[in-house]
Structure formats: C-alpha cells, structure tokens
C-alpha cells in the first residue's frame, strides 16, 4: 500500500489545472480561483483623509488644551473643503479629505462647540486621526495574487482601487457516478438488504463548495458493462470522474476491472484509515484522457478520502497555488492506545477550553462522527495518543472549501 504522502504527491503530479478563464464582474466573482495577479492603478486611500468625526486644524493653532478656534468650513464625505484659514478649524467628518493647511484632527468628543467656534480640550500632534493617501495600498502594488480563491473581503479590496472585473480560471466539471444494487434514493422504500445512497448527498455538496459544476450520472448497477458503459459517458466534457463505492476485491466490486479496462489504473491500496481502497487512473476519452478517482462506499471512508486526498488534487486542477490545509497543534483529551498500520483520521471537535475529545465510535460506517465533531486528528502509524499529548488538528472549515 502506498503511504497518504506518497498518494497525495502521485495525484498532486497528476493534476493537470485548468487553462480556460473566465473574466467576471468583481460582483460575481466570489468563490473563483484568481487567474492573474491584480495590481492598483491608483492609491487608497486616494486623498489623506479623516479617520473619525471632529475637527480638522493645524497643531500649531492649539498651543495647550482650551484654544479657541473660529470653525470656517463643513467638510462631509464626498466633498472637498477649501484651504484652511490659519487660526481656524474645520469641522470634517469620517472619511472627508483633510484640507490643504490642516494637519491633524481631533476627535468630536475632546472638542466643545460653541456657537461659530469650537474649544478644543485636546494637546492635537501632527498626524492624529489622519489616514494618508496610499497608507492601505499604493499605486503599482500587487494586492491580490494569482491562484487564490477569492474571498469576500478579496473582491471588496479589488473594487476598493476601481477593479471592475476579474480573470478566473474557468469552473471544474466533475462527474459524480454511486456504484451498488443496494443503493436507493430517501423517498423510496427501503427493501431488505437496501441502504439510503448518503454518498450522492455527501459528494455533491463537498463538491458545490469547492465551485464545481457536477454532472450526476447517478446510481450504477453491480455490472461489469454498465459500469464501463457509464464510465465512457462520463468521460465526455468533464475534467474529473468520480466513483463511490466499487472499488474493494469483493465479487462485485467492478470498477476496478473497468477502469483498467477503458483506460488505465495508477494507484489502488492507500494505506489510510478510514479508507484503504481508493483508485486513481485515467479513463480514454476522444477528447483526450479524464481523470477518475474510485472512492469506498462507506460514508466516513468517503468523507476522509475526499478531504484529505480529492480536495488538494481539485484545488490544484483548479490553478489554487496552497492546496495543503492549515492544522494546529492542540491538546487530547483522550487516550488512543491501540494504533495501526495505517495512518488515521479521527473524528474529534474542540472544548471549551481548547482541548480536544474523541468521538467515542470511529467505524467507517458512523457517519454521525462526522456530523458531531468540527474536525479531524491526523495520527501517523503506530502512534500511542495519551492525554495531555500535543496532536496535528484538521479542523473542517479548512477542509470543506
């Protein structure tokens, strides 16, 4: 069995990323992977400018706290006041330009209005409350790099330097195909032997997060010819096929065979746990070869292989330039003292006061493991966990975007 490092490297050099873009509205382009770095054609702020509502004045008109200063001007947001007269203040408010003879402001709440003049109780130094044109960001710098997926804050600092549109690489088109007789959709009758599909549900929505567009090619019967039959359809206009279940050595598990048989196999046997049969290779496609990637079919099994292993090799299929996720060292507060061979993912979620607690049943086939905890602790082989130890913490909300 190949090492989790080994596999992640193998798909990792396998993963071909996308070329095609797509240029958006920066409106709409929140959840894309940024295929040019953006620079700022102008400075922001563009004008120095007030951090908060007071008074614009020179700090040599305001010799000790109590001067008092004629107030000659209004300065709102939006417009532009005219140059200070000496001796005099302006009364400006938050995010209003500073006046050309002004060079600090004093917050409302240390000054005292009266009348047409104001009493500034305040010993003002120069620069106070005032932001500087370009002091977030300056003519010519690089304010977002290529490879990220944008986030909100991302598309609001292109906007904020008057980017009106972004280059994003093009969405990844995954078909998603759930091999087994037994599988039935909710709303069906369950018959014996029968199970809900709950890996159509968990691998569509692991993949809508990522921004993929999923084609479903549904449930596929235990059969040799269907499952090659599917298997060619999928392989047309998608970038990626991936498989839930099918793919242990049972009588029938047949997507094994199947792939070898429309194209090639690289990597089965992993040495993870959850998990273990997980298949990786290319299916023919006149278009040129598709990447298919063979999950187990218990849910957890899925769940762990697709974060640890799918997600990193669609990320970098997608042009993201950091696939690994961000862990962190936290405290067990449990004992794990019987590992194995395999590497493994526990599902645990965090306390109160930082430590971490152990779903007490860790079965493939458990998926309330995954639903109660908030993430997972990665445990190198025939590694002893005692309480008090310090563990590598996956949490999910690295893992699940």
């Known amino acids: 069995m190949l090492s989790v490092d080994e596999a992640l490297s193998g798909l990792l050099r396998s993963a071909a990323p996308v070329a095609e873009v797509d240029w958006l509205p920066t409106l709409a382009a929140d959840g894309r992977v940024l295929a040019q770095a953006q620079r700022a054609t102008i400075d922001a702020p563009p004008l120095d400018n007030s951090a ?117 690489f093009r969405r990844l088109r995954v078909a998603v195909l759930f091999t087994g007789d037994e599988l039935r959709m909710p709303g069906q009758p369950l018959s014996a032997g029968a199970i809900y599909n709950t890996n159509r549900f968990l691998l569509t929505g692991l993949l809508e997060r990522l921004g993929c567009e999923v084609s479903d090619h549904g449930q596929v019967p235990d059969d040799l010819a269907a499952t090659r039959q599917v298997l060619r359809e999928a392989a047309h206009d998608n970038d990626l096929i991936l498989s839930s279940g099918g793919v242990s050595v049972g009588d029938e598990d047949h997507v094994k065979a199947a792939v070898e048989a429309e194209g090639r196999l690289e990597m089965w046997k992993i040495a993870i746990k959850p998990g273990k049969p997980l298949a990786f290779g290319q299916i023919s496609s006149p278009g040129g070869d598709v990447a298919f990637i063979g999950l187990p079919g218990n849910p957890v099994s899925t769940f762990v292989t697709f974060v640890m292993l799918v997600r990193p090799f669609l990320l970098k299929m997608q042009g993201v330039g950091q696939v690994a996720p961000t862990s962190y060292l ?26 971490l607690e152990l779903f007490p049943q860790q079965s493939a086939g458990v998926l309330t493991s995954a639903v109660w905890g908030n993430g997972l602790v990665d445990v190198p082989p025939q590694q002893v966990i005692r309480r008090g130890d310090a563990v590598r913490f996956l949490p999910f909300s690295e893992l699940l975007g």
């Open 330 to 355: 936290l405290r067990a507060d449990f004992d794990w003292l019987q590992p194995g061979a395999r590497r493994e993912f526990l599902r645990t979620r965090t306390r109160a006061d930082g430590g």
């Open 52 to 168: 908060m509502d007071g008074y614009a004045l020179a700090v040599a008109d305001v010799p000790c706290p109590g001067a008092r200063l004629p107030v000659s001007q209004r300065i709102q947001a939006g417009s532009v006041g005219t140059t200070l007269q000496p001796g005099t203040a302006a009364r400006i408010f938050t995010g209003a330009p500073i006046p050309a003879g002004a060079d600090a402001v004093v917050m409302q709440e240390l000054c005292q209005h009266t009348g047409d003049a104001v009493l500034i109780n305040h010993q003002p130094k120069v620069g106070d409350h005032i932001r500087r044109a370009g002091s977030d960001i300056a003519t010519g710098s690089e304010i977002l790099a290529a490879g990220q997926r944008l986030r909100p804050q991302d598309t609001a600092l292109a906007a904020s330097v008057g980017i009106a549109q972004l280059s994003v």
